[in-house]
């Protein structure tokens, strides 16, 4: 059962009991499987998250999804299966539906995309995250944000623990995700105080991993892709700023840990290993394609320079940490791209 009585909140102030679930919950017939929606379920994290929730046979799933960067293709073993449902639904529109607990990922990840349509993702942020809360509150469920370290913007503070409140351009263009995801955090803070509302909030660092859109954008599925077609490793200059990479497995422990703890975060979620892009491509070159060429591409506005979170609540809280090495976790994701753009590696 999701609801036991509000948690003391980060800044240590007490609140008001959740509202109760349904009836139906404590009815004599009535089976006791956790019944979980996942936002965005049909993403990347989303729908990694979804198998590893659909091993649990007490578990039903629900995935709401607009297929902006999902597929259904990411879900496919899951269609038809009697304790999984995907519905196509914005997030932005409210949603009714009875649920236990909101895994709450809907929006795009990837600077592309995101930036692709800024006022539409600010509100996925705003209006999408406002949504849910509306639903955790109806039917008192608890929910997780995946919120992100952007929310650290370009940090004057390396490494990054949850105490650093950051240093976000407000009004630049990655500022719809940035500064979306910190008033979803707001968001999620005012309903806990104010409504006792059970939140979760992981701050999730760049994660990588199989079924990444391969014309994601992002730099660890562009350079795979870019070394299995030969094409030059684009590194965006200056290409010493450095990102910490999570294979996807350890972040969806991780997820999956922070809803069933009982901790409202924010926690920070990711491998401390840190990286410059320059390392990373020449990881890369060594592991998959030893002949490619690296070259330098001009960069975008408001790059972060440094990211690598601090990870000791994660540590002490959730009992959990990375197991899976940059090394070891770039093949992985080699072998799923060589099957999806059909190039098998030679000799
Ligand atoms: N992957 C990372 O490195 C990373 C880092 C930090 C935070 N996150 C967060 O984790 C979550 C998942 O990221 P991902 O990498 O899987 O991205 P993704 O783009 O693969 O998945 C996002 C999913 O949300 C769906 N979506 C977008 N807008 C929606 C809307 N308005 N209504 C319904 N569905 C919508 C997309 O179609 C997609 O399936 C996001 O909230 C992202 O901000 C990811
Ligand atoms: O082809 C590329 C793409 C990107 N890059 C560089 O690689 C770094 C990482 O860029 P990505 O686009 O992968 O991701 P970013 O770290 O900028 O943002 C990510 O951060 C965390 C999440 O919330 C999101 O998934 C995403 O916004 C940047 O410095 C970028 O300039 C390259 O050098 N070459």
Known sequence: MATQGASTGANGATTRPPPNPSPLRTAK????????LVTGGAGFIGSHLVDRLMENEKNEVIVVD??????????RQWIG????????????????????????????????????????????NVIGTLNMLGLAKRVGARILLTSTSEVYGDPLVH???????????????RSCYDEGKRVA???????????????????????????????????????IAQAIRNEPLTVQSPGTQTRSFCYVSDMVDGLIRLMEGNNTGPINLGNPGEFTMLE???????????????????????????????????????????????RD???????????????????
Not at 187 to 204: C, N, P, S, T
Not at 293 to 312: F, S, W
Request: aromatic share 10%.
């Open 159 to 173: 490494p990054q623990d949850e105490s650093y409140w950051g240093n976000v351009n407000p009004i630049g263009v």
């Open 280 to 326: 990373l491509a020449e990881n890369v070159k060594e592991l998959i394609n030893p002949e490619v060429k690296i070259i330098h591409v001009e960069n975008t506005p408001d790059d972060p320079r440094q990211r690598k979170p601090v990870i000791t609540k994660a540590k002490e809280v959730l009992d959990w940490e990375p197991t899976i090495k940059l």
């Open 29 to 36: 017939f009535f089976q006791a499987n956790m019944r979980i």
């Open 185 to 223: 955090e707001t968001l999620m803070f005012d309903y806990h105080r104010q409504h006792g509302i059970e939140i979760r909030i992981a701050r999730i660092f760049n994660t990588y991993g199989p079924r990444m859109n391969i014309d994601d954008g992002r730099v660890v599925s562009n350079f």
């Open 66 to 75: 607009n297929f902006f960067t999902g597929s259904k293709d990411n879900l």
């Open 81 to 124: 299966h009697p304790r999984f449902e995907l519905i196509r639904h914005d997030v932005t529109e409210t949603l009714l539906v009875e649920v236990d607990q909101i895994y709450h990922l809907a929006c795009p990840a990837s600077p592309i995309f995101y930036k692709y349509n800024p006022v539409k993702t600010i509100k996925t």
């Open 329 to 347: 976790g770039l093949p992985r994701m080699e072998e799923d791209f060589r099957k999806r753009l059909g190039i098998p590696r030679t000799a």
